[in-house]
């Protein structure tokens, strides 16, 4: 098998490395330029949002939100963006366009992700921030998980830097036909210990690496239940990486998911309204909770 290359991967995703991304150039355009480009705010909300900032003394992003025009996590997208925002042109086929918030962080599913983000990131308020293990756990939620997942990824790397994203989806993959990168050396690989070199591709989106599932085995498949996955993740040296893992139960299977993440930050279960049962979100949530792990909440997709 041919793994990947060191000349591939960046330092940071070498086994030892410690160098960072190097910033993006700050864009030119001001805080309220880009607010109404991009539809958080009306041209026509400039002006007094201006004013009530002049006579508070306070920057226009506070003012904004003095106002109610903003909210606190709108306004750090914005200053976001305005110190180089990584976004791609609309049509961009290195990324399927699924993946709303690599293109338009306007649209309102992208605004839902962010708040999900939020949420997790909430409930990991006793973890170090710069590094967070986070998770999304399909129980029996199809497509529109993984779609969540590759969104909440983008968003990770857009406001909080390097992010890698797990498929641990091993017998049904799908990140790496969102984000258009070949499924060759992956997760699989890294677990049964033939990966040469940390298995993580660098995707179209600034900051944000991919562990492709692999390729499937059932050797593989059943490691990922034999310890917990924070204690394989911490093997791979990337401690200023805030990592997402994808994981997927399907109808009939009981997965001992609390086992496999303990010791994560927080967890979001992502359920279908008419299709996962009852039983399966119950037997999980309890399971998680005997592990003390932190549920962020969940989502029906």
Same mark, same amino acid.
């Given at each position: 098998?041919?793994?990947?290359?060191?000349?591939?991967?960046?330092?940071?995703?070498?086994?030892?490395?410690?160098?960072?991304?190097?910033?993006?150039?700050?864009?030119?355009?001001?805080?309220?330029?880009? %607010?109404?480009?991009?539809?958080?705010?009306?041209?026509?909300?400039?002006?007094? !949002?201006?004013?009530?900032?002049?006579?508070?003394?306070?920057?226009?992003?506070?003012?904004?939100?003095?106002?109610?025009?903003?909210?606190?996590?709108?306004?750090?997208?914005?200053?976001?963006?305005?110190?180089?925002?990584?976004?791609?042109?609309?049509?961009?086929?290195?990324?399927?366009?699924?993946?709303?918030?690599?293109?338009?962080?306007?649209?309102?599913? %992208?605004?839902?992700?962010?708040?999900?983000?939020?949420?997790?990131?909430?409930?990991?308020?006793?973890?170090?921030?710069?590094?967070?293990?986070?998770?999304?756990?399909?129980?029996?939620?199809?497509?529109?998980?993984? !779609?969540?997942?590759?969104?909440?990824?983008?968003?990770?790397?857009?406001?909080?830097?390097?992010?890698?994203?797990?498929?641990?989806?091993?017998?049904?993959?799908?990140?790496?036909?969102?984000?258009?990168?070949?499924?060759?050396?992956?997760?699989?690989?890294?677990?049964?210990?033939?990966?040469?070199?940390?298995?993580?591709?660098?995707?179209?989106?600034? *900051?944000?690496?991919?562990?492709?599932?692999?390729?499937?085995?059932?050797?593989?498949?059943?490691?990922?239940?034999?310890?917990?996955?924070?204690?394989?993740?911490? *093997?791979?040296?990337?401690?200023?990486?805030?990592?997402?893992?994808?994981? %997927?139960?399907?109808?009939?299977?009981?997965?001992?998911?609390?086992?496999?993440?303990?010791?994560?930050?927080?967890?979001?279960?992502?359920?279908?309204?008419?299709?996962?049962?009852?039983?399966?979100?119950?037997?999980?949530?309890?399971?998680?909770?005997?592990?003390? !792990?932190?549920?962020?909440?969940?989502?029906?997709?």
């Amino acid at each position: 098998m041919r793994l990947r290359s060191t000349a591939s991967a960046h330092p940071h995703l070498t086994a030892g490395a410690t160098t960072g991304l190097k910033p993006r150039a700050r864009d030119t355009k001001d805080f309220a330029q880009l %607010a109404v480009e991009h539809g958080f705010l009306a041209e026509t909300d400039i002006g007094r !949002i201006e004013a009530h900032g002049h006579a508070a003394g306070q920057p226009f992003q506070q003012a904004a939100i003095d106002l109610g025009l903003l909210d606190p996590e709108t306004a750090g997208i914005i200053l976001a963006m305005q110190g180089g925002f990584p976004l791609l042109a609309a049509g961009d086929q290195r990324v399927d366009p699924l993946v709303v918030s690599a293109f338009d962080p306007a649209d309102a599913y %992208a605004a839902k992700v962010r708040t999900i983000r939020a949420k997790m990131r909430a409930a990991a308020k006793d973890s170090d921030g710069a590094a967070l293990r986070l998770a999304i756990l399909s129980i029996d939620a199809g497509d529109e998980a993984a !779609i969540l997942a590759a969104n909440l990824a983008v968003v990770m790397a857009q406001m909080d830097g390097q992010t890698m994203l797990v498929d641990v989806d091993i017998d049904r993959p799908s990140l790496d036909r969102l984000f258009r990168v070949a499924n060759k050396a992956g997760l699989a690989e890294q677990l049964l210990g033939s990966a040469a070199l940390l298995p993580a591709a660098r995707t179209a989106v600034d *900051g944000l690496w991919l562990m492709t599932a692999g390729r499937a085995s059932g050797s593989a498949s059943s490691l990922v239940t034999k310890g917990p996955l924070a204690d394989t993740a911490a *093997g791979w040296g990337l401690h200023d990486t805030s990592m997402l893992f994808y994981l %997927a139960q399907r109808r009939g299977e009981q997965t001992p998911f609390g086992s496999i993440l303990a010791g994560f930050d927080a967890v979001t279960i992502v359920a279908r309204r008419g299709e996962t049962a009852i039983a399966d979100m119950r037997r999980v949530i309890d399971d998680l909770d005997r592990h003390n !792990i932190s549920i962020a909440g969940s989502v029906i997709a």
